[in-house]
């Protein structure tokens, strides 16, 4: 089982980026492999050119890994209202998986995380960000994680997430691990399946 991760940003404890780890962590001690682009990698990644097929060799990583996915969990912070450019950046650059069997992320849970400092858009950018898992045919988890980073620190000087928020956010990982054991077995767009 593969659970990947995409989200953080360049800035020095991220806390998207640390809300990606500690969820990804929950999904490791049930048994997942892992991997997570954060804020640095996402920042290597060009502006994606839909116009121009050739690709650096890190953008071919994050389309191939994403491609053998088993679920996924993105987080974003809320920049004016809305998704990161980082973010989305990577998130465009996954139309490379358009004409796949199973485009984008058919038949794969997404777990959606928003980091930001106020509740106002934390709402706001996790309907977006779930919106756009809808536009790539992922499955968006009931629980959605919205950290108010100016209200209480979800994050220890360490990195580390207790209380509530490491509650949520295990509770996020484990609704996107519970949705792959179930489609383990089958096909990943019910649609294809095959009728008797
Ligand atoms: C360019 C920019 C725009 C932001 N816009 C908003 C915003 O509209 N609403 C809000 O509550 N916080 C906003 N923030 C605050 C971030 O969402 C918040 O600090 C978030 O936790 C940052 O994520 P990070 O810790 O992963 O870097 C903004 C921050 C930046 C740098």
New binding site residues.
Partial sequence: MLIVGIG??T?PG????LAVATALAAAQRKGADTRHFGGTYLASLPHYTPENPARTAAQHELVETVRHADGLIIAT?????GISALVKNALDLLEDLRTDTSPYFTGRAVGCIV????W??CGTTLTSLRSVVHAMRGWPTPLGVTLN?AATPPFGRDGACTGPAADRLTGLANQVLSFATCHASGPRDPATAPTA
């Fill in positions: 953080g940003t800035r991220s806390t998207s980026e912070p809320g920049y004016h209202g980091t930001a400092a106020g106002q858009a980073t």
